[in-house]
């Protein structure tokens, strides 16, 4: 059982900018339909903001407004990088430049196509030279995203930043994937700090289907977020709790053997 | 940190089969490396390519698994006994406490790639591809998890080149934590499209079998490759006595904060991942007897790390990259490169580094143009990837 603090809170989905919003939202069971815009870290230069990938923007946005609720210097902090896909658009881009003609594939693309391509671009972008990992999990990936950040957090002594992100997709294999909705969040946990909701995780053998952390029931707006982005699914009743300061319990699957239990104390 | 035993480990590259194969290509001085024979539009490249890959498919139930990448995954399981290994512990221990931490850049992508040439009338994926899980990075180790039953915390890495060096930090902390008893480590990279062409892209590619540390040295040679470990905690009991005691017993990440597709020039994130790497493991730079290093025959790599290894290692640390072997595996290279650390320090012999003829002039006296026999204790492996994201690990034979 490790005990973290939850310092800081980023969000970004479409029509949804930054977790100021989405907070008043979730204490209201709300979520928009829709929405526009892309997602505008304020740390990255303009003339970068426009090439990045979308998937960049949108993990840069929240794990910067994470930092700077929690007050922390970015620089400083170890990172994980938490996404299903990594970019399902420029995925599309590879193959389909692949099947037409190879010889024409742009080297920038391809470097934006690695999987870790926030993670360098959040390093460059804030300085920070402190460990940063990229990972994926499936359906599980905002669940096993959250344990190797508690895990960080616990071995590094210091706050670490969680994003966890998926864009929508584009071309046939953003036909197949699991996310068809842009979603992404961002925590600042931190072990040794006094204050900011308390959560508490623990690995547990799973015992039948998991059920809390499933929003169905909740307001369609929600249901149809989490429905459309296992990112959301997996951390909106978290989220929820934090926004409504109501003390929460929910379990979320890791693997067919195993699942995480939260204990969240706004 | 508590240093963690190493209880078995195998890989499978272009240089064959299992552990014995690796050790006697690098003794017999046989490199996998040969012409691209593999993209469909042609590449002047050379490639480490694993052959048969195409006629072994997975056993019929795990057919929604079934790629190259998940194919090669397989194969390399088969050997040296670790699929019987991993079933055993799997019988002594709570399955929830078997972890599988694996690293992976290309995972399945390739088989993505071809959906694209199959697409229906409607433009999208075939009916016989539609279904399958493969689409996405972690088809690696959800695979993994399904063909040992495995059923702890279950993750891939992906963090370019350093991936499969990234796997056995994550792997450790698991242990550490107390979350795993044991954590199956490693990493499987394929040979695919979107890195052959892509590296070209970049014009890191080398027409020619790559020269790591040579002057002339004009590229990369990307090969394919999966290795796999057990890293266990001390408790487990581990019926294979005799065997040398292998430990990992630091690891090191860091970011270089400086470019998205080059190192840093001082290479000041490499640096920092080895510091990270040798203060856990309570050791200075004097106690390194061999480094793997990443030397991947780029240009501005092997400059950097040439630069940093002859400036602050003694003379007495023998360095070598494996490249030239075995190409460069990318997501796997951290998980092979780990496997080649612990057979030298097995057989207490160091692989030379192939094809550097005439060395770079920034290396110093620790840089092995041949392999030599020399019994070791401490072995550094070096990881750099895009992004910037290094990680190193230490690895050590116990007195006996």
Known sequence: ?266 | MTPLKVLTHTATSCLGQGRDAHYRALTEGRSGLRENDFTRAPLATCIGRVDGLESAALPPRWIDWDCRNNRLAWLALNQDGLLEILRDLRGRLPAHRLGIALGTSTSSIGDTEQAYLELDGRGRFPDTTRSRQIHQPHSLSAFVQRATGWDGPVMTISTACSSGAEAWAAAARWIEQDLCDAVLVGGCDTLCGSTLHGFASLELTSPRPCRPFDQRRDGISIGEAAAFAILVRDTVECGNDGAPDLRLTGHGESADAHHMSAPHPEGAGARRAIEAALQRAGLSVADIDYINLHGTASRLNDQVEATLVSGWFPATTAASSTKGWTGHTLGAAGAIEATLCLLALEHGYLPATLNCEEPDPACGPQFLREGRHAAIRTALSNSFGFGGNNASLVFQRSAE
């Open chain 1, 1 to 266: 059982m490790t005990t973290l603090r939850i310092r800081g809170i980023g969000v970004w989905s479409p029509g949804v900018a930054d977790w100021s919003l989405a907070r008043t939202l979730l204490a209201n069971g709300d979520w928009p339909a829709s929405g526009d815009g892309r997602p505008a870290p304020t740390l990255m230069p303009a003339n970068e903001r426009r090439r990045a990938p979308e998937s960049v923007l949108l993990a840069l946005a929240v794990a910067e407004q994470a930092c700077m609720e929690a007050g922390v210097d970015a620089a400083t902090l170890p990172s994980v990088f938490a996404s299903i896909y990594g970019d399902l658009s420029i995925n599309d881009y590879m193959c389909a430049t692949l099947r037409d003609d190879p010889s024409t594939m742009s080297p920038i693309r391809f470097h934006n196509s690695v999987h870790n391509a926030p993670s360098g671009y959040w390093s460059i972008a804030t300085g920070a030279m402190a460990p940063t990992t990229s990972i994926a999990a499936s359906r599980e990936t905002f669940a096993a995203g959250l344990l190797e950040a508690a895990c960080q957090a616990v071995d590094a002594r210091a706050p670490v930043v969680l994003a966890a992100y998926d864009s929508a997709g584009a071309g046939p294999v953003g036909d197949i994937a699991s996310v068809s909705r842009s979603f992404g969040c961002a925590l600042v946990l931190d072990a040794a700090a006094s204050e900011g909701p308390i959560l508490r995780i623990e690995a547990r053998p799973r015992n039948a289907v998991a059920s809390a952390g499933d929003m169905a029931g909740t307001a369609s707006g929600i249901a149809h977020l989490c429905s459309a982005n296992p990112i959301a699914a997996g951390s909106i009743p978290l989220l929820a709790s934090v926004a409504s300061g109501v003390p929460g319990t929910f379990s979320l699957q890791l693997s067919s053997g195993l699942e995480l239990h939260l204990e969240l104390t706004p």
